[in-house]
């Protein structure tokens, strides 16, 4: 006999529903920060995804959801990039269906969760089984659910020719009636209104800008600019994002190789990710090409600073922008933009190119930045170097961007949108 969620019911354990949840990506960043939100509002969060580094007594692992799962990432080669799949393809994604839907049936059960946050899972087909999975456990069950779209598979060019659109036409996203839809920014608000005629809420990236970042350990900061090569009086130029070619680091690099530097560096925190090496590839060349050097800090950082077991040091991302003298992001596109809100919550200058989101969303908020227009020019390299040359200048436009994000990126706004969304079951 199937169960049924009456929507009147109280909400009070709230489960966080994704392919994963663990380290630094944007949708892990913002589920823990929702999460700091809902518990100081007196709601219990739990987690199901195919990777997990959130509390075991409230994790529930399932490796088949994680989107570089074997099983699944040959499902992903027949349903991308073709146009017809084979039968067996369809079996086997019905089949991997069937087992993730039972096993977020146990998640639920096991946690007496009221509430889903689907977690970009149904979003981007990262995970296609996991996608079908939820959208029948919440047709089946009527089970009040948040479906958190961070970036749709309409954005991405390697989602465009497809063998599955009768998958995604059904669940990325599914228009159902305990379904809300919260979405990153206005122009996925407009394009989920226009694409799939469902209504939806903004709720953009934050940060918790009430609680100042603790002052930086002298100490760690010099060790980490050691260990980069950078010696004393170096700027230290931080692309603080993953090496994906919609980042357009290119930018940076002509940046770094035009400013008046004695040793020009490039630090990158990121590593490619989910979308290959080639670009890291592209990444290496073009910086030889234009005698910069690359320093990549990934295998350093750690969420606690805790030691490798080689016992080399690990940092914190705080201690990377901490040391940094200038964040460069020259995204190409974004949905919304993590590292600009750390850059300012670190109280950085940065140098931004004007992508869609930022026109639309955050330029208007009147931030004090560097800005490119999808290339570098000899303005904006006159720009750095006034920011780096003037502590003062610095100073000042990190203190205006400071207050500028508390007013509009905050905890205390995310607290209003949630839990008036949460209001309306």
């Given at each position: 006999?199937?169960?049924?969620?009456?929507?009147?019911?109280?909400?009070?354990?709230?489960?966080?529903?994704?392919?994963?949840i663990a380290?630094?990506d944007?949708?892990?960043?913002?589920?823990?920060k929702?999460t700091?939100?809902?518990?100081?509002?007196r709601?219990?969060?739990?987690?199901?995804?195919g990777?997990?580094?959130?509390?075991?007594?409230?994790?529930f692992?399932?490796?088949?959801?994680h989107?570089?799962?074997?099983k699944i990432?040959e499902?992903?080669?027949?349903?991308?990039?073709?146009?017809?799949r084979?039968?067996k393809?369809?079996?086997h994604?019905?089949?991997?269906?069937?087992?993730?839907?039972?096993?977020?049936g146990k998640?639920?059960?096991?946690?007496n969760?009221d509430?889903?946050i689907a977690?970009?899972?149904?979003?981007?087909?990262?995970?296609v089984?996991?996608g079908?999975?939820?959208?029948?456990f919440?047709?089946?069950?009527?089970?009040?659910?948040?479906?958190?779209?961070?970036d749709?598979f309409?954005?991405r060019e390697?989602?465009?020719v497809t063998?599955?659109?009768?998958f995604?036409?059904?669940?990325?996203?599914p228009g159902?009636p305990?379904?809300q839809?919260?979405?990153?920014?206005?122009?996925a608000s407009?394009m989920l209104?226009?694409?799939v005629g469902?209504?939806?809420?903004?709720?953009?990236n934050?940060y918790?800008f009430?609680?100042?970042?603790?002052e930086p350990?002298p100490?760690t900061?010099?060790?980490l600019?050691e260990?980069?090569?950078?010696?004393?009086?170096d700027?230290l130029?931080?692309q603080?994002?993953?090496?994906?070619?919609?980042?357009?680091?290119e930018r940076?690099?002509?940046?770094v190789?035009q400013i008046n530097?004695?040793?020009?560096?490039?630090v990158?925190?990121?590593?490619?990710?989910?979308?290959?090496?080639?670009?890291?590839?592209?990444?290496k060349?073009?910086a030889?090409?234009?005698?910069?050097?690359?320093?990549?800090?990934?295998?350093?950082?750690?969420?606690?600073?805790?030691?490798n077991?080689?016992?080399?040091?690990?940092?914190?991302?705080?201690?990377?922008?901490e040391?940094?003298?200038l964040?460069?992001?020259?995204?190409?596109?974004?949905?919304?933009?993590?590292?600009?809100l750390e850059?300012?919550?670190h109280?950085?200058?940065?140098?931004?190119?004007?992508?869609s989101?930022?026109?639309a969303?955050?330029?208007p908020?009147?931030?004090r930045?560097?800005?490119?227009?999808?290339f570098v020019?000899?303005?904006?390299?006159?720009?750095?170097?006034?920011?780096?040359?003037d502590?003062?200048?610095r100073k000042?436009?990190?203190?205006?961007n400071?207050?500028l994000?508390?007013?509009?990126?905050s905890?205390?706004?995310?607290?209003?949108?949630?839990?008036?969304?949460?209001?309306?079951?």
């Amino acid at each position: 006999m199937k169960q049924s969620f009456q929507t009147t019911k109280e909400i009070k354990n709230i489960g966080f529903v994704s392919t994963r949840i663990a380290g630094t990506d944007g949708v892990s960043l913002e589920i823990k920060k929702w999460t700091d939100v809902l518990e100081r509002n007196r709601f219990s969060c739990f987690f199901f995804a195919g990777e997990l580094d959130r509390p075991e007594d409230k994790s529930f692992l399932v490796k088949e959801a994680h989107f570089e799962h074997p099983k699944i990432k040959e499902i992903d080669e027949q349903c991308f990039r073709k146009t017809v799949r084979p039968s067996k393809t369809s079996r086997h994604i019905h089949s991997m269906k069937e087992m993730l839907k039972k096993s977020l049936g146990k998640f639920v059960k096991k946690y007496n969760i009221d509430l889903i946050i689907a977690e970009n899972a149904l979003t981007i087909p990262m995970n296609v089984p996991l996608g079908l999975a939820i959208t029948e456990f919440i047709a089946e069950t009527a089970m009040p659910t948040i479906a958190h779209h961070h970036d749709f598979f309409w954005e991405r060019e390697r989602f465009l020719v497809t063998s599955i659109n009768d998958f995604l036409q059904a669940a990325f996203p599914p228009g159902l009636p305990s379904i809300q839809h919260v979405v990153i920014n206005s122009i996925a608000s407009n394009m989920l209104s226009y694409r799939v005629g469902l209504s939806n809420t903004v709720i953009p990236n934050v940060y918790d800008f009430s609680k100042p970042p603790e002052e930086p350990d002298p100490e760690t900061i010099r060790k980490l600019r050691e260990e980069i090569g950078l010696g004393k009086g170096d700027p230290l130029i931080l692309q603080p994002t993953r090496l994906v070619p919609r980042k357009w680091i290119e930018r940076s690099i002509e940046m770094v190789a035009q400013i008046n530097l004695r040793r020009p560096i490039l630090v990158v925190s990121h590593a490619s990710g989910d979308e290959g090496g080639d670009y890291a590839a592209r990444i290496k060349q073009y910086a030889r090409l234009h005698n910069v050097e690359i320093a990549y800090v990934g295998h350093l950082i750690g969420p606690d600073g805790i030691d490798n077991d080689d016992g080399n040091k690990k940092y914190t991302i705080a201690d990377v922008y901490e040391a940094a003298d200038l964040v460069t992001y020259p995204s190409g596109y974004e949905g919304f933009g993590n590292a600009f809100l750390e850059a300012i919550y670190h109280k950085k200058p940065i140098v931004v190119n004007r992508y869609s989101v930022f026109i639309a969303d955050i330029e208007p908020k009147g931030f004090r930045l560097s800005l490119i227009d999808g290339f570098v020019s000899s303005e904006t390299i006159k720009q750095i170097e006034v920011v780096l040359n003037d502590e003062l200048l610095r100073k000042d436009m990190a203190e205006t961007n400071y207050s500028l994000a508390g007013i509009h990126f905050s905890y205390e706004m995310l607290e209003k949108l949630i839990c008036g969304v949460i209001e309306r079951f």
